[in-house]
C-alpha cells in the first residue's frame, strides 16, 4: 500500500463512475474497500497517544514537577523519583491502548481479507474485498455478505430480481426484494458483463440508508436508478444462486461505514473529576509552598542572618526574595507527592483487575453458544456503576428473531392451554409433552405445541379447524423451496407469515408450491390446488390481506387476516355473539403479550366476482391515485366475513428480558428502545417486557410528518403530562411556581406515560428548535420507544442526551446497525448474535444475552464504582496524611525545604508501605453480595447521583487527612519536648522524631483502612498486616550495621530504628497517636449508621443477620396483562409482495411437483432456530413475603425490624 496515496479533497457534489473501466474511475481518486476502525497505525501511535495520555492534567502536572526537579538550585529529591514512575503509567497505559487498538485492527483485517469474486480481464478471480475498487463488477453467491454498495445488473432468478436480509443495517430480519434494470437483467455471462460500459451519475457517499438516486447511461440511453436497485454493504444474499453488480461506493465511503460513527476517546467522569481535583490540589499546593517561601524570607531577613557564619549563601542565593523564592520551588516539589503518580498505576491495575472479574463470571457464560463476557476495555468499568440512560435496539438484543405459533381461537374455543386431570391450567416447561405429529410425513421437526385436543379436532375433520388451517396456508406471500422430495424451506418476507405457515403445515395443511395462477397445498395427504384469482394486499393502513381462490369443486372464496379492530368492523351481523367471545380471547392472548391476528373468509358468488374483478383490473390501470381506487374496491368486497377465529404468535423475547428490565427499572435506569422495525412491532415487544403496559395513563404516539405537526404533538403531550394550561410557542413550558424545575417535574410526576415516536417524525424533533421539548417529554415518561430509525438518527438520540443530561448513557445492540449508536454512548454494550460481529467489534463490553446486563450495571459496576470510589477516598487521605507532615515541619526547620522522612521512607511509602492494602480494598471489597445487589436494585442510585465520590467527599477525606498530619506530627512533637529516655537523656536526634512520626503514620494509615474495609478475605489479612511488618523488616535493614557498612553514603543513620523503637515511651507515643487518629472517625461512622443509616448499611445489616441461611432466591413470575388486546399482523410485512407473486416476476421456470410426499422428511429452515428455554440465573427481587416488593421501599417496609 502506498501511504503517500493521494487522496481527493474536494467537495463530492456528484459521483461518476463508469464500468470495466478502472482508468477513469481512478482519476476521481474514490475511497477504496478497506475499513478500518481501530484508531492508530505504526506512525500516529506514539504522538496520538502521548496527545491522549497528556489530557490527563496530572500527567500534564508530573512532566512539569520533572522539569523543576532536574534544576539543582531547587531541587532537594532526585529527579528519578518522578521519572521512573511517569515513564512506567505511560508505558503502561500506551501498552494497554496499543493492545485494544490491535485487536480492532485485527478484526479489520478479518473483514477486509474476506474474498469476493471479481470481473478481471474477462475472468472472475477471488479477491479480497480490501482490493475491489469502483467501478469493479463483483459475483455475489447465496447466504454470502455483500462486499460494497453495489448497483444489481442481474441475478439468477427471472427478471433479475434477488433477495436480500437487512439485518446488519436496520436490525429487520424478514427478506427484502430487489430488482435490476431490465435492460441489464440479462447480463448474466461474463462475455455480455465485459462488454458492458454503462456509466453512473449519482449522489455522492452519505449516510441515508433508504434513498438513492441516479441514473444509468448506456447505449445512448438513460435509465433512473432508486434504492430499489441498491445492495449496500451489510446485507446477505438470500435466496438467489448468484447475482452481479456494479460497485458505487466502497469502504468508508458506504452507507454502512458512514452510518457508523468514528472511534472516540472514552474518558469516564471520575476521570474528568481527578483532572479538576488535580487543579484544585495543584492550586493547593502552590498556595503552601508561596506560605513557605515567604516564612522563608521572613526567616532569613530575620533569623537566619545570625547563622550565616555557619550556613553561608550560595553564590546565586543573593537576597532573601530570591532565597524565599527558591524554596517555593523546592517546597513545591517536596509536597507533590499529594498528588503521586502512583496513584494512576494503581487506578489502571483496579480496572484491569475489574476486567477480568467480568470476564471470569461464570453467571454471564452462555454455555449454548460458549460465549463469555468480555470486558473489551479497561479504562470504564467504574461508569458501568452510574449508568442513569439505557439505549436499546430491539431485533436480536430484545427479541430473539423467532416467532413462534402459540395459541390460537377457532369456533369460539381455545386451543393451546394445557390443563392437568384437575382442569387446572398448567405452565407450560421444558419438560411437558409436545404435540405427536407424526401422522404427517411432511411437518417441520422443529415445531413445538403442546395442546392434543387441536390434532385431534384436525384429524376428525372439524369443518371450522380445517378451514382455519387452510386459510393459514392459502393468506400469505410466503415462497417454498422443496430441495428435495418433502423437504420444504419457506422464504418469508414477514417472520409472522412464516411462523403462522408452518403451523398450518404440521397440522395437515401444507403449502408445498404457488406459481402465478395457482396454490398448491397438501391437506391431510392429499394434493389440492387451488386457482389464485387475486392478492388483495397489505399496507400500514388496510392492516389486512386477502386472497381470493377457486378450489377444485369450483366454488370462490375469499380468505382474510389481519388486525382483529380491522376484521371485526367487517364482519356479517351473524357473527355478534362469536365475535364477542373471540374478542375475549384475543385479550387474553394480549395479556399474555402475544401478536394477534384475526382471520375471516367469505363465499363469493361467481357472478358477483366477475364484475367486482372487472372494477380490481381497472383500478389497477388507472394512473393517478391508484392506491386509493384500489383500497376502495378491496373495502367492498371485504365485508359480510364470517370469523373463523384468531391466532396468537409469540415473539420470542430472550431469556430473562422482562425481568431485566424491571430490575433495571428498579434501580432508576430509564431504557429507550431504538429500533428499525415498524412501529407496531415495536410497541407490541414494548407490551412484551413489560416496557408498555395498559395500566399506563397514556402512551403518547408522535406519527407527524412535518414539523409543525410534530411540533404541536410535542407540547400538547407534554401539556398533557404538566396539567398545564399554556405551552409557549416556542415549546418551552410556562411553569407555574411550584414547578419551576424540570427535574422537580419529573420527580413530582407519579402516574406513568410512554412515547412512542417514528423515524420521519423523530427527524424533525431532532431539529435545533425541537429538540428540548423532545428531551423533557422523553425524561417525563416511563418508557421511550423510537421506531423506524435509522442508525445515524440512533446516534443523534443518545448524543442529546449525553449533551443536555448530565447522565451516563448506555448503548446496547447486536447489530452493524447499532455501531454508531455504541460508539456515541459513553459505554458501549454488544451482543454476540444472529446479525454478525460488528456490533461486538465496536462495543467495550459483550456478552451473549441481554439479561446479562443486569448483572454487569447491578452487580460488576456497582462494585466497581464502590471499590474506585472508597480507593480514592482513602489514597488521597493517606497521601495527605503523608505529606503535610512537611508542611508543618517547615515552621519548625527555618522553611529550609528539609525533609522531615529519610529519602527511604519517601520513595518506598506509596510503592511499598501503603500500596497493598489498597489495592486489596479497591480490588475484592464490597459492601454487599452480588445475591444482596441484585435483589435490591435501589442500591445502584448512589452511583447515579454520584455520591460516594465528588468534590465534597474529596474535601472531607482531605479534610481528615490534613487532621491526620496534624495529630501524627505535633503528638510526637509535644511529647518528645516533655519526656526522657529510660537513661534520663533527651531525645535530642531529629532521626528519632522522623521514626517515630513514620512509625505512627503507618500503623495509623493501615488500622484506617482496615476499619474502612467491608468484606474481609484473606489478602486482605495479608496485605495489611503484611505491609507494617514489611515497613519494620526495611527499617531495621536500612538502619542496620551491616547495610551502613556496605554503603555508608546511602545509608547513613545506622542504629536509630533500634534505638528509638527500644524506647517504651516511644510506642506510648505511638499509640496514643495512633488512637487520637482513629477515634475520631471511628465514632463519627458508628453514629452515622446508627443514627442516619444508608440504604446500603440496611442491607448489609440484613446480610450479617441472614449470612448463616443464605439469601434464597426466586425467579421473577411473568406478569400477565389483563388489558385490551393488542393486534400485531404481519408488522414486519411490506406492502408490493402480492403484486410482485400475482406477476409471476418472482417464480422460478422449473415444474413444480404438487404431488404429496408418502414419506416423512427431515425439515431445516434457513432462517429459524430452535427456541431457547432455560431457568433465569439471578432474580432481582424476591417472592419472599417478609422482603421487599420493591427496593426503593425498603426504608418503609415493616416486615424487617431491622430496616
Known amino acids: 500500500m502506498a501511504f503517500w496515496r493521494r487522496r481527493n479533497t474536494k467537495v463530492e457534489r456528484e459521483r461518476h463512475v463508469k464500468a470495466n473501466d478502472p482508468d477513469y474511475n481512478e482519476k476521481f481518486f474514490y475511497a477504496d474497500n478497506r475499513i478500518k476502525t481501530s484508531k492508530y497505525n505504526i506512525f500516529t501511535f506514539l504522538p496520538m497517544n502521548l496527545f491522549e495520555q497528556f489530557q490527563r492534567v496530572a500527567n500534564a502536572y508530573f512532566l512539569v514537577l520533572l522539569i523543576l526537579q532536574l534544576i539543582p538550585e531547587i531541587s532537594s529529591l ?27 485492527y485485527k478484526s479489520d483485517q478479518q473483514v477486509n481479507n474476506r474474498q469476493s469474486q471479481v470481473l478481471i480481464r ?41 433477495y436480500i436480509e437487512t439485518a446488519e443495517l436496520d436490525g429487520e430480519t424478514n427478506l427484502k426484494v430487489r430488482q435490476a434494470l431490465s435492460i441489464t437483467s440479462d447480463l448474466g455471462d461474463v462475455s455480455k458483463l465485459m462488454d458492458f460500459d454503462g456509466k453512473v451519475i449519482c449522489e455522492p457517499p452519505n449516510n441515508k440508508l433508504d434513498r438513492f438516486t441516479g441514473t444509468l447511461y448506456w447505449r445512448g440511453n438513460r435509465y433512473p436508478l432508486d434504492n430499489e436497485k441498491m445492495l449496500l454493504r451489510g446485507c446477505v444474499l438470500r435466496n438467489t444462486e448468484w447475482c452481479f453488480g456494479l460497485v458505487i461506493f466502497a469502504g468508508l465511503q458506504t452507507k454502512l461505514m458512514q452510518n457508523c460513527g468514528r472511534t472516540k476517546f472514552k474518558r469516564t467522569n471520575i476521570d474528568k473529576l481527578m483532572n479538576t481535583l488535580v487543579l484544585w490540589i495543584f492550586a493547593f499546593l502552590i498556595c503552601m509552598g508561596a506560605i513557605l517561601g515567604i516564612g522563608n524570607t521572613i526567616w532569613e531577613s530575620l533569623i537566619d542572618t545570625n547563622f550565616q557564619v555557619y550556613l553561608p549563601w550560595n553564590t546565586i542565593q543573593n537576597n532573601v526574595v530570591f532565597s524565599g523564592f527558591l524554596t517555593f520551588w523546592s517546597y513545591v516539589i517536596i509536597l507533590n507527592t499529594v498528588v503521586p503518580i502512583s496513584l494512576y498505576v494503581s487506578v489502571e491495575i483496579l480496572r484491569l483487575g475489574h476486567s477480568y472479574f467480568i470476564n471470569w463470571d461464570l453467571k454471564m457464560y452462555h454455555s449454548r453458544t460458549d460465549t463469555a463476557a468480555v470486558a473489551r476495555t479497561t479504562t470504564l468499568n467504574e461508569e458501568l456503576g452510574q449508568v442513569e440512560f439505557i439505549f436499546s435496539d430491539k431485533t436480536g438484543t430484545l427479541t430473539q428473531n423467532i416467532m413462534v405459533f402459540s395459541k390460537c381461537s377457532i369456533n369460539g374455543h381455545i386451543y393451546g392451554d394445557v390443563y392437568d386431570e384437575f382442569s387446572q391450567k398448567m405452565e407450560i416447561t421444558d419438560k411437558t409433552a409436545c404435540v405427536d405429529f407424526s401422522f404427517n410425513p411432511l411437518s417441520d421437526t422443529r415445531f413445538k405445541f403442546y395442546d392434543s385436543s387441536l390434532v385431534e379436532a384436525v384429524k376428525l375433520e372439524d369443518p371450522a379447524v380445517q378451514e382455519f388451517f387452510r386459510l393459514l396456508a392459502l393468506c400469505h406471500t410466503v415462497m417454498p423451496e422443496e430441495k428435495s422430495e418433502g423437504h420444504l424451506v419457506y422464504q418469508a418476507q414477514s417472520p409472522d407469515e412464516g411462523a403462522l405457515v408452518t403451523a398450518a403445515r404440521n397440522f395437515g395443511f401444507v403449502f408445498r408450491a404457488r406459481t402465478p395462477e395457482t396454490i398448491t397445498l397438501c391437506e391431510m395427504g392429499e394434493a389440492v390446488t387451488y386457482q389464485l384469482l387475486a392478492i388483495l394486499d397489505f399496507n400500514n393502513v388496510r392492516k389486512r390481506m386477502s386472497v381470493i381462490v377457486r378450489n377444485p369443486e369450483g366454488q370462490v372464496k375469499l380468505y382474510c387476516k389481519g388486525a382483529d379492530t380491522i376484521i371485526f368492523e367487517r364482519l356479517d351481523p351473524s357473527n355478534e355473539d362469536l365475535m364477542s367471545t373471540t374478542s375475549e380471547h384475543l385479550s387474553e392472548f394480549a395479556g399474555e403479550g402475544l401478536r394477534t391476528l384475526a382471520l375471516a373468509y367469505k363465499d363469493l358468488d361467481e357472478d358477483y366476482f366477475k364484475v367486482w374483478n372487472k372494477k380490481l383490473l381497472f383500478a389497477s390501470t388507472v394512473i393517478e391515485n391508484r392506491e386509493d381506487q384500489l383500497d376502495v374496491v378491496y373495502e367492498e368486497i371485504e365485508q359480510g366475513l364470517k370469523l373463523l377465529g384468531a391466532t396468537a404468535v409469540e415473539d420470542k423475547l430472550q431469556e430473562g428480558v422482562p425481568q431485566t428490565i424491571a430490575c433495571l427499572g428498579l434501580a432508576d435506569i430509564k431504557i429507550w428502545v431504538l429500533t428499525g422495525d415498524k412501529l407496531e412491532t415495536a410497541m407490541n415487544i414494548g407490551y412484551s417486557c413489560n416496557m408498555l403496559r395498559d395500566d ?14 410534530v411540533q404541536q404533538e410535542l407540547r400538547t403531550a407534554k401539556e398533557h403530562i404538566l396539567g398545564l394550561s399554556r405551552v409557549s410557542a416556542a415549546g418551552d413550558v410556562e411553569k407555574t411556581d411550584a414547578f419551576s424545575d424540570d427535574s422537580v417535574f419529573e420527580e413530582t410526576i407519579i402516574a406513568e406515560y410512554a412515547l412512542v415516536i417514528n423515524g420521519h417524525s423523530l427527524a424533525h424533533a431532532l431539529e435545533p428548535q425541537l429538540e428540548h421539548i423532545l428531551l423533557d417529554l422523553a425524561c417525563l415518561c416511563k418508557s421511550v420507544i423510537c421506531c423506524r430509525v435509522t442508525p445515524m438518527q440512533k446516534a443523534q438520540v443518545v448524543e442529546l442526551v449525553k449533551r443536555h443530561k448530565r447522565a451516563i448513557t448506555l448503548a446496547i445492540g447486536d447489530g452493524a446497525n447499532d455501531v454508531s449508536m455504541i460508539k456515541t454512548a459513553h459505554i458501549g454494550v454488544g451482543i454476540s448474535g444472529q446479525e454478525g460481529m460488528q456490533a461486538v467489534l465496536a462495543s467495550d463490553y459483550s456478552f451473549a444475552q441481554f439479561r446479562y446486563l443486569q448483572r454487569l450495571l447491578l452487580v460488576h459496576g456497582r462494585w466497581s464504582y464502590f471499590r474506585m470510589c472508597n480507593f480514592l477516598c482513602y489514597f488521597f487521605y493517606k497521601n495527605f496524611a503523608f505529606t503535610l507532615v512537611h508542611f508543618w515541619y517547615g515552621f519548625f526547620c527555618g522553611f529550609s525545604a528539609q525533609t522531615v522522612y529519610d529519602q527511604w521512607f519517601i520513595t518506598l511509602y506509596n510503592i511499598v508501605y501503603t500500596s497493598l492494602p489498597v489495592l486489596a480494598m479497591g480490588l475484592f471489597d464490597q459492601d454487599v453480595s452480588d445475591q444482596y445487589s441484585l435483589r435490591y436494585p435501589s442500591l445502584y442510585k448512589p452511583g447515579q447521583q454520584n455520591l460516594l465520590f465528588n468534590k465534597r467527599q474529596f474535601f472531607l477525606c482531605t479534610l481528615q487527612g490534613l487532621g491526620t498530619s496534624f495529630l501524627v506530627f505535633f503528638i510526637p512533637y509535644g511529647a518528645f519536648s516533655d519526656i526522657v529516655k529510660e537513661d534520663a537523656t533527651q531525645f535530642s536526634e531529629q532521626q528519632v522524631f522522623a521514626v517515630t512520626i513514620a512509625t505512627s503514620l503507618i500503623i495509623v494509615v493501615n488500622v484506617q483502612i482496615g476499619l474502612d474495609t467491608h468484606y474481609w478475605a484473606a489478602v486482605n489479612h495479608l496485605f495489611i498486616w503484611g505491609s507494617v511488618t514489611l515497613y519494620f523488616a526495611i527499617l531495621f535493614t536500612v538502619q542496620s550495621n551491616g547495610i551502613f557498612f556496605i554503603i555508608p553514603k546511602n545509608f547513613p543513620f545506622v542504629g536509630t530504628a533500634r534505638n528509638c523503637l527500644s524506647e517504651k515511651s516511644v510506642w506510648l507515643i505511638i499509640l496514643l497517636t495512633t488512637v487520637v487518629c482513629v477515634v475520631p472517625s471511628l465514632v463519627v461512622s458508628f453514629l452515622r449508621v446508627d443514627l442516619f443509616p444508608t440504604l446500603t448499611d440496611k442491607v448489609r445489616h440484613l446480610q450479617q443477620s441472614r449470612k448463616k441461611q443464605g439469601p434464597q432466591e426466586r425467579s421473577l413470575r411473568r406478569v400477565r396483562r389483563t388489558s385490551s388486546r393488542r393486534s400485531a399482523y404481519a408488522f414486519s410485512h411490506q406492502q408490493g409482495y402480492g403484486e410482485l407473486i400475482t406477476s409471476g416476476k418472482n417464480m422460478r421456470m422449473s415444474v413444480v411437483s404438487s404431488a404429496c410426499s408418502p414419506e416423512r422428511e427431515p425439515h431445516s429452515s434457513s432462517w429459524i432456530e430452535n427456541v431457547i428455554k432455560s431457568k433465569n440465573e439471578v432474580s432481582c427481587i424476591s417472592d419472599e413475603s417478609t422482603e421487599l416488593k420493591q427496593s426503593n421501599r425498603l426504608q418503609s417496609t415493616q416486615s424487617e425490624p431491622d430496616l
Open 696 to 709: 399506563m395513563n397514556e402512551v403518547f404516539v408522535i406519527s407527524g410528518h412535518t414539523l409543525v405537526e
Open 78 to 104: 532526585s529527579p528519578f523519583t518522578t521519572i521512573v514512575p511517569l515513564v512506567l503509567v505511560l508505558v503502561i497505559t500506551a501498552i494497554k491502548d496499543a493492545t485494544d487498538d490491535y485487536f480492532r
Open 122 to 162: 474477462g475472468c472472475l478471480q477471488n479477491e479480497k474485498w480490501m482490493n475491489i475498487h469502483v467501478g469493479d463488477i463483483i459475483r455475489l453467491e447465496n447466504n454470502q455478505f455483500v462486499a460494497a454498495d453495489i448497483l444489481l445488473l442481474s441475478s439468477s432468478e427471472p427478471y433479475g430480481l434477488c
